[in-house]
């Protein structure tokens, strides 16, 4: 195979660690200098706490700033303030503006320059490019189009790899498109995936026999025994993929065993848990006279699981919309390693991201939906379930109970003891304290086996939430 059909920027995808330490470093320093010249939150915060943005010179530096969150960001916008504090460029600089979901209260705003887009588009080409697109497939885009800018920087990346886009944004386009079209890749997600199978087999087309010959998922997190199960379905690759509007943009490449980060683009820390509930590491806390002191302890080693802290990083020249410093993205991952990979890349690898939201504490023990997840699609478990699960946690500080409610494909041809046993093990495996608590009966696992369409989140509108804390 040629060699530039490897790569979407060779260059920088295989620098040398120590060259791509240097070129991070020389971005920090500008994007710090940036912030202050551009950013009404920056410059207010940097001149009241008294930083000289001149000593602020490597990524380590970066660890010597506070955190922000999404609720900083919040406060800093309609309608909290009048202006949009963190808008770091002018209004002719600006190409677009895009809102987070806002599943949680007001969206986040974020404003995008045409620098912003040409790095969210190299962030997702790259991608592509290390999961093996060329531009001659056919992409269909089960991602949404809108205020989110996923499936529009994805599609405008496969419109710069030449790849032919099918801009769907729904997964529940005719079955006539795949046997017409004969497309090669589908951007979407795991249950997506698993639904657009069963739709195809309803419609005697097995999704072996189809022209699809990768299937990208992102939008969320999903546990290795889901993936192989798509894996075997559909007869393909499934690579990952996490994106944000934030900019987060990783992508998986075709060794399939880790997230690279475009460390030239996004600069990325793992924090310990503990910052979450220590207001001194949040900027929004910090008052005139405060003394930000972040001791060593804050910050994981690589294979340690933490929180992602992310920052922009911008090239001399370029202009930011929304420049993000330390942001706290409520995910949690940790560094695989910083080894040049077997594809070629240089740079570092992740593990498949969890939401902070969609985990929960039990006895002192995070359970994250993934976990759950991980449970059900055991494979024995997948010649009587369809995959389609919710669960609920109930309980107080001396006994909790969680209920997997799972969908049947015949309630009149189930082992249900094969199912619970097979999921209690996956569930407790890595986790001895809660196996004691399991076996001590101060926490329960009930199941709730129900036939097609009978789950609760059937009834609600949206994504749906599989992992609910009811205490």
């Known amino acids: 195979m040629n060699k530039k ?72 916008q309609p309608p909290s303030t009048n202006a ?206 405060s003394n930000f002191n972040c001791s060593e302890s804050c910050f994981l080693e690589d294979g340690e699981k933490g929180k992602i802290i992310l920052t922009t990083l911008l090239s001399k020249g370029d202009k930011a919309g929304t420049l993000l410093i330390n942001y706290d993205t409520d995910d949690s991952s940790s560094v695989i390693t910083r080894d040049k990979c077997d594809c070629g890349r240089t740079h570092m690898k992740i593990n498949n991201p969890t939401r902070d939201a969609e985990t929960v504490n039990i006895f002192d023990n995070e359970i994250n939906r993934v976990d759950i997840e991980a449970g059900v699609f055991q494979r024995e478990n997948m010649e009587y379930l369809t995959g389609e699960y919710e669960s609920f946690l109930y309980g107080d500080n001396t006994q909790n109970t969680l209920r997997i409610s799972v969908e049947c494909k015949n309630l009149s041809n189930l082992d249900q003891e094969i199912i619970e046993n097979n999921f209690i093990e996956s569930i407790l495996r890595k986790n001895d304290d809660l196996k004691e608590k399991y076996y001590n009966n101060e926490f329960e696992i009930i199941f709730n086996f129900l036939e097609k369409g009978k789950l609760e989140f059937y009834k609600v509108k949206g994504r749906p939430k599989r992992l609910i804390d009811r205490r």
């Open 5 to 76: 059909n490897l790569y979407y920027n060779e260059k920088i995808e295989t620098m040398d660690r120590g060259d791509l330490d240097s070129l991070i470093d020389e971005k920090v320093k500008y994007t710090i200098k940036y912030a202050y010249e551009n950013s009404k939150f920056y410059k207010k915060w940097f001149d009241k706490n008294n930083i000289e943005i001149n000593f602020i010179k490597t990524h380590e530096d970066l660890r010597e700033l506070p955190l922000i969150s999404g609720s900083t960001i919040k406060k800093n």
């Open 84 to 289: 949009f504090n963190f808008k770091s460029a002018d209004n002719k600089s600006i190409v677009s503006i895009h809102e987070t979901s806002g599943t949680t209260g007001t969206p986040k705003s974020f404003f995008l320059t045409n620098n912003d887009w040409d790095k969210y588009i190299e962030k997702y080409g790259r991608a592509f490019k290390s999961q093996g697109f060329k531009s001659n497939d056919y992409l269909i885009m089960c991602a949404s189009y809108g205020m989110n800018i996923g499936a529009e920087s994805m599609s405008l990346a496969a419109k710069k790899l030449n790849i032919t886009t099918i801009p769907e944004g729904k997964c529940t386009f005719p079955i006539r498109i795949l046997k017409n079209y004969k497309p090669t890749s589908i951007v979407g997600s795991i249950f997506k995936f698993l639904r657009l199978a069963n739709r195809m087999k309803e419609n005697k087309l097995e999704p072996k026999d189809s022209s699809i010959k990768r299937l990208v998922a992102g939008g969320e997190s999903f546990s290795d025994e889901s993936r192989k199960y798509i894996e075997e379905i559909w007869g393909v690759d499934v690579y990952n993929t996490y994106g944000s509007t934030e900019g987060t943009m990783c992508g998986e490449c075709s060794e399939k065993n880790g997230i690279h980060v475009p460390e030239d683009l996004i600069h990325l820390d793992i924090y310990n848990n503990n910052v979450e509930a220590d207001p001194n590491m949040r900027l929004e806390n910090l008052s005139e006279d």
